[in-house]
């Protein structure tokens, strides 16, 4: 039977480079020296420190655009509070998302249901796989998938006749 998975992962490789790319912007950059602009990276976390929340903002900007440049999309980033940290210091953690929730793997299997495609969606961990008997079917619930779950940076993989 054809089948594929749709996936939610993003490339840390990318990531991590944009990342160092970032601190060493912000390490070169006249109106962040004397400061306590930071950025920092640990598992799937990345942390922005700063003076202000302001501060947090343009430390933020530069990461989006470093991602951008390195093809990575901005939609994994799932962006948190700012937080005080003693003194006039605040921090934010940015969360990268990495593989599809259950609720949103349970709209999409609504979704192909909804459809009246002759398909199937198992959620199997992070990712749903979609089977069918029909190669064009698969590829309409592709399209399907896309106009309708925008939110999410959504990949389809293994694909297979």
């Known amino acids: ?30 109106d962040f020296k004397g400061t306590a602009a930071a950025i920092e990276l640990k598992d799937k976390e990345i942390t922005l420190f700063g003076d202000a929340e302001f501060q947090l903002q343009q430390v933020e900007d530069i990461l989006r655009n470093k991602l951008a440049k390195r093809n990575v999309d901005v939609r994994f980033l799932d962006v948190g509070k700012a937080e005080k940290i003693g003194g006039d210091k605040v921090k934010q953690i940015v969360k990268v998302r ?11 299997q609504q979704l192909i249901k909804g ?8 959620i199997q961990g992070d990712s749903v796989r979609i089977t069918g008997a029909k190669r064009d079917d698969l590829q309409a619930a592709i399209a399907l998938i896309k106009t309708e779950m925008k939110e999410l940076p959504l990949s389809f993989d293994n694909f297979r006749d």
């Open 115 to 122: 459809s009246k495609l002759k398909l199937q969606a198992a």
């Open 98 to 108: 990495n593989g599809i929730s259950s609720e949103d793997g349970k709209k999409i």
């Open 1 to 30: 039977m054809p089948s594929f998975d749709t996936k939610l992962e993003a490339d840390f490789v990318e990531v991590k480079n944009a990342v160092e790319n970032t601190a060493k912007e912000i390490g070169t950059r006249f």
